[in-house]
Nanobody, 126 residues
Framework: QVQLVESGGGLVQAGGSLRLSCVTS????????MGWFRQAPGKDREFVAA????????YYADSVNGRATISRDNANNTGYLQMNRLKPEDTAVYYC???????????????????WGQGTQVTVSS
């Protein structure tokens, strides 16, 4: 069982930035695709970004493309999501997830991921 722990959420004004982190104690973190998803109240969980095993390929939802950067540090079993120029509509609980080798189009499908963190709240005020 892979355990994932997110951190870095908080309250930020529109236009600001946050960097979310996802830490796992799993030494095989590098064999997993890592994804970030978010869920706003009353809405379905939606894909935000994903990164492949080596970090050479990244994938973004249209809604965050150009404002988000996903990265990973396999040596420290940590993944990151840098969010810039935040908007009120980015307000949600953000989850990191780990899954098997994924690529387009399945990389954006939440049910493909095997392990999930507990989430971290991001609130963007206008």
């Amino acid at each position: 069982q892979v355990q994932l722990v997110e951190s870095g959420g908080g309250l930020v004004q529109a236009g600001g930035s946050l960097r979310l982190s996802c830490v796992t104690s799993e030494r095989t973190f590098s064999v997993y695709t890592m994804g970030w998803f978010r869920q706003a109240p009353g809405k379905d969980r939606e894909f935000v970004a994903a990164i492949n095993l080596s970090g050479s390929n990244t994938y973004y939802a249209d809604s965050v493309n150009g404002r988000a950067t996903i990265s990973r540090d396999n040596a420290n079993n940590t993944g990151y999501l840098q969010m810039n120029r935040l908007k009120p509509e980015d307000t949600a609980v953000y989850y990191c997830a780990a899954g098997p080798l994924l690529t387009r189009p399945t990389v954006s499908e939440a049910h493909r991921y095997l392990y999930w963190g507990q989430g971290t709240q991001v609130t963007v005020s206008s």
